[in-house]
């Protein structure tokens, strides 16, 4: 089992960055596909982005590629993410996920945090 938790959320204005962290505990992160989902008010979960073990690779959806970074560091365990010149339309919850195939739908992540609430202002 993987426990994972979202910290660094919060109200920022348009424009503005945020950086948003993943601890995780049980087993290693080394061996998984680390990736973010998010879900706007009253919307389906959307991919946002996902990086390799190796963190060799990373892929974006198109509507926070250029503005937002994904990391990981297998050594402490921890994933971030990197947010930069934020919208209202990036208002949503914020899950970190773990899983063990490169794909951007989200039933293919069995590990889910519970999620950090990303609120930008206008």
């Known amino acids: 089992q993987v426990q994972l938790v979202e910290s660094g959320g919060g109200l920022v204005q348009a424009g503005g960055s945020l950086r948003l962290s993943c601890a995780a505990s049980?087993?290693?992160?080394?061996?998984?596909?680390m990736a973010w989902f998010r879900q706007p008010p009253g919307k389906e979960r959307e991919f946002v982005a996902r990086?390799?073990?190796?963190?060799?690779?990373?892929y974006y959806s198109d509507s926070v590629k250029g503005r937002f970074t994904i990391s990981r560091d297998n050594a402490k365990d921890t994933l971030s993410l990197q947010m930069n010149n934020l919208k209202p339309e990036d208002t949503a919850v914020y899950y970190c996920v773990a899983g063990t195939l490169w794909s951007a739908t989200p039933t293919r992540y069995g590990y889910w945090g519970q999620g950090t609430q990303v609120t930008v202002s206008s």
């Open positions: 049980g087993r290693p992160l080394s061996s998984y596909v």
């Open positions: 990086i390799r073990w190796s963190a060799t690779d990373t």
